[in-house]
């Protein structure tokens, strides 16, 4: 029981830890050189950039994120401090587009949802870089992604988005990429473009 | 000064110098990880397997000129207290990722420092903060080792090839030791992943994960190693399934090693999980009794994005000599700016 004892000095710096917590990264890319590439494929390069809402705008700034999603924001994961990675885009010196991915609670899991879009924020791909359900594969179908190309932030605050849901059981997962998408077209306009 | 002790310190001291003269983003995190817990074999603990209670940082930033990013740093570090050794030798600095990367292109990246061998699952899961381990340290001895690497990323499939010096977590080379491992894998955003696995190497037993003073040299001869190994993910709903295989010979032993793990996420409280994993490590499969089996059963609750709880118990079955053990450890991690 002594050795308990002897890491108590531990204890007390992890307790001064707890106290000033931020968050971890939320959702990355885990290949932007595939991603951008395949994307974008006149590209050349691209630059990341990691945002906060605290950082932007804090307390006003979220609540104007989720007046737009019509939603509340999850305090633990999707707090002001999440840092969100955004890649601009670049053909040579200019850019061209931006990825951006958020994490979405889905029915069974965590997903990942990685959206493009030009440099007025329309979407020109979007795909799941995780998704936890027992039909992704349906979900994860080009069939189903290629229904967001071309919409905006216009549309999913209009609710002029038509796409239906390919799954069988997973109303929920539909439901949850709707929102993930929305959030993520929202915070791309709010952290990103609208600083520029 | 030690020459390779030199080497160390100017590649820590390039992250912050860089830090100031490029335009760079990233981040920097404070860490904690505190373990506790029982084993019927040594009584009180406060490790786990190789895992020592520690604080300590990581610094990783993303340095970017006019046409885009160009280089990546990383270095994660702990201050970590074995109990067990005497007040002399139970502190000790452990560097575990310590690299530069520079990019050339997507499919050609090279990276210096010290990170993970390109065997197995290792390369391709989270090990840092986890109770259950891959089979990296039976297999190989160590989970990073101080070298070289080229990497990229190719449409269908991903390649890594490292050359590095086979001692682990110390910077020391003797009896002619290195470490050479490939593996060819698909890319990380499908939810069936795959890897194939060669490694071929002269590495140095030692014991403990200290880098500052150097840990306990066991043997003054470098093993002979060589391996071909294979390793799966699987995601399906609430479910990851995890699966490692590696093949080949220790000096003149034929060796055996697999690894079967899965991860159940509550949909409910999805920030709750269990695992359960069986692995095994055969070092001579012509003896019997020479496979170390063990089952472990863990959980994890994570309270927000920086800190989790999580608790694990395992049985080691016990091989030759040595008595089976049960333990329990619960550990308290944190990860934050």
């Known amino acids: ?196 | 000064m030690h020459p390779k002790l030199l080497i160390v310190l100017a590649l820590i001291t390039l992250f912050p110098v860089s830090w100031a003269l490029a335009d760079s983003e990233g981040f920097f995190y404070k860490e904690a990880n505190l373990i506790a817990g029982y084993s019927s074999r040594d009584g009180w603990i406060d490790k786990n397997g190789m895992m020592n209670s520690s604080v300590g940082f990581e610094l990783y930033r993303k340095f970017s000129g006019d046409y885009g990013d160009f280089l990546i740093a990383d270095l994660q570090m702990r201050v970590a207290y074995d109990s067990s050794k005497n007040s002399h030798q139970a502190w000790g600095v452990e560097i575990h990722n310590a690299w530069l990367e520079y990019k050339f292109s997507q499919y050609l990246k090279i990276r210096g420092g010290h990170f993970a061998p390109s065997f197995g699952l290792e390369p391709v899961v989270d090990t840092h903060s986890t109770l259950l381990q891959t089979l990296a340290e039976q297999d190989i001895g160590f989970n990073k080792d101080w070298g070289v690497q080229m990497r990229g990323s190719f449409p269908r499939f991903d390649y890594e090839a490292s050359m590095q010096i086979g001692s682990g977590m110390s910077v020391r080379r003797q009896d002619g030791s290195y470490l050479a491992t490939l593996r060819i894998g698909t890319p990380k955003d499908r939810n069936l992943q795959g890897g194939f696995s060669l490694l071929s190497g002269r590495t140095l037993e030692t014991e403990g994960m200290s880098t500052f003073p150097r840990n306990e040299l066991l043997s003054s001869d470098a093993v002979n190693k060589n391996r071909i190994g294979l390793d799966g993910q699987y995601l399906y709903g609430p479910f990851l399934f995890k699966g490692e295989f590696a093949y080949g010979r220790d000096d003149k032993n034929d060796v055996l090693g697999y690894l079967t793990e899965i991860v159940y996420t509550l949909p409910s409280h999805q920030n709750i999980e269990f695992e359960l994993q069986y692995k095994s490590w055969i070092s001579n499969i012509h003896v019997s009794s020479s496979d170390e089996p063990a089952l472990t059963l863990g959980t994890t609750y994570r309270l927000s994005q920086s800190t989790k709880l999580s608790a694990a118990f395992s049985h080691d079955f016990g091989m030759m000599d040595k008595k089976p053990e049960d333990r329990f450890v619960v550990q308290f991690y944190f990860l934050g700016g």
């Not at chain 1, 002594?2 to 710096?13: D, T």
């Not at chain 1, 006149?42 to 630059?47: A, D, M, R, W």
Request: a positive charge; proline letters at 4%.
């Open chain 1, 1 to 196: 029981m002594k050795k308990i004892f002897k890491i108590l000095p531990i204890l007390v710096v992890l307790v001064l830890f707890a106290s000033s917590a931020w968050a971890a990264v939320g959702c990355s890319l885990n290949d932007p050189d595939r991603d951008v590439n395949r994307i974008f494929p006149e590209s050349t390069g691209y630059k990341t950039t990691f945002v906060t809402i605290k950082e932007k705008g804090g307390e006003t700034l979220k609540k104007e994120v989720e007046e737009k999603l019509k939603d509340k924001l999850e305090p633990v994961y999707e707090n002001m401090d999440v840092p969100y990675a955004f890649y601009t885009v670049l053909k040579g010196k200019d850019s061209i587009g931006y990825i951006h991915g958020v994490n979405q609670k889905g029915k069974y899991g965590g997903m990942q949802l990685i959206m493009a879009t030009d440099l007025n924020g329309k979407i020109v791909d979007f795909y799941y870089q995780k998704m936890s359900s027992p039909e992704a594969g349906k979900f994860m179908n080009i069939k189903f992604t290629s229904q967001f190309k071309g919409l905006t932030l216009d549309d999913f605050i209009k609710g002029n988005i038509f796409a239906n849901d390919p799954s069988a059981n997973s109303p929920e997962d539909f439901r949850a990429t709707l929102r993930g998408l929305k959030k993520n077209i929202i915070l791309l306009d709010l952290l990103l473009l609208s600083q520029k």
